[in-house]
């Protein structure tokens, strides 16, 4: 693992734990820095994997490697979090909000819950609210291997650019689509459906993917300049559309994103920003002494579950929280964060020495990329 990405992980993790304790609402955009990363990642391993590999191999390997990593985890939750359910169900707890999970879970099951995000069906379940970014992770690890297997070398740039070039173009199309009601399925808010929907996030994963294979000059200059700078575009902007500015800790970028078509730019503009950072820690070592600290790569190391578990867990800590004190629901929701945080270490944590590392340690020994190196007689 490069020096600094595991870290990278764990504030990403940190921004949407913050977005959905309600403490910063730009916390949202720790899913744009997962998905920067993963084009970062993923497309530097498919390149190796491409020139040392045949195509039987690279595909064998690539997928077999992902199904280890990925699958066990995301449907060992919901398979647990549906015997959950249907017991408290059976008990007559929040029974309404079972059942909305029962006839979400198909969705999530087939990783296509962001598709169900972006219509007019979809109504919040605390189970599986978050899953939507995790099915666009697993489309584009369904389609990028092919993109990269079918491109050549020397095209590799005229590709990452027109990805990069086609995010903010989709995005418009989206936000037509949802204006112009082209669909009845489609729900009402075209700034919603530009959130929701893959092709949104097309550039990131272009921008991470161009990072990891060419040089950025200057990235450190432009991570400092783009630091101060996106805010206070979000900032003007926002002020500009609205008159004010609404949420401080939105930084500008408050979902769902809009104002001044801002759900078709701004995107653009935290993507780069990510982009940037990321080479600037992983070519420069930019704040990687920081980023190398235990916590904060232990913290990286297991963010998967950290993901996956952490909404439940703030979900049910808030209401124990509500329900047991004679607390406001603010006051409840500002006590109940450093527990749920605690309980969602703990959890991933353990998830991860017991179901997600014993499959880890099987990737090398089904699926290796490299040759295993031959000891001289």
Do not use: C
């Amino acid at each position: 693992m490069i020096p600094g990405l595991d870290g990278l992980r764990a504030i990403a993790f940190i921004l949407v734990f913050l977005i959905h304790t309600n403490l910063i609402q730009v916390g949202w955009v720790g899913v744009l820095l997962f998905f920067v990363l993963s084009g970062f990642l993923i497309t530097g391993i498919l390149v190796e994997m491409k020139e040392s590999l045949s195509v039987k191999g690279y595909f064998i390997k690539f997928y077999g490697r992902r199904f280890l990593r990925i699958f066990p985890l995301y449907y060992f939750y919901l398979f647990l979090m549906l015997a959950l359910a249907y017991w408290l169900y059976s008990v007559g707890y929040r029974p309404n909000q079972m059942l909305l999970f029962f006839r979400q879970a198909p969705y999530a099951l087939a990783y296509v819950y962001d598709f169900f995000l972006a219509s007019r069906l979809w109504v919040k379940s605390d189970f599986i609210v978050h899953f939507w970014s995790l099915s666009v992770e697993e489309q584009f690890y369904v389609v990028w291997p092919l993109i990269i297997l079918l491109t050549p070398k020397k095209a590799y740039k005229q590709l990452f650019i027109g990805a990069i070039i086609a995010g903010p173009i989709l995005r418009t199309i989206i936000y037509l689509l949802y204006t112009h009601h082209t669909f009845s399925i489609l729900g009402p808010v075209p700034a919603d459906g530009v959130y929701a929907l893959p092709v949104s996030y097309l550039d990131a994963f272009g921008l991470g993917a161009f990072a990891s294979q060419f040089r950025i000059p200057k990235a450190r200059l432009q991570f400092w300049i783009l630091l101060f700078a996106v805010p206070a575009i979000g900032f003007i902007t926002e002020y500009l559309a609205l008159g004010k500015i609404e949420t401080w800790s939105s930084l500008g970028y408050a979902l769902p994103v809009s104002g001044l078509y801002k759900e078709i730019w701004g995107y653009s503009l935290l993507n780069y920003l990510f982009a940037i950072t990321i080479y600037a820690v992983a070519r420069e070592g930019l704040f990687t002494r920081f980023l190398e600290m235990g916590w904060i790569k232990y913290l990286g190391k297991i963010s998967y579950g950290l993901y996956v578990y952490h909404f439940i867990v703030i979900s049910f800590m808030l209401r124990m929280f509500n329900d047991r004190l004679p607390l406001s629901y603010d006051q409840s929701q500002m006590l109940s964060v450093i527990p749920a945080f605690a309980a969602t270490v703990l959890v991933a944590g353990l998830s991860f020495k017991y179901i997600e590392k014993p499959l880890i340690n099987l990737k090398d020994k089904f699926f290796a990329t490299a040759p295993k190196p031959t000891i001289k007689p």
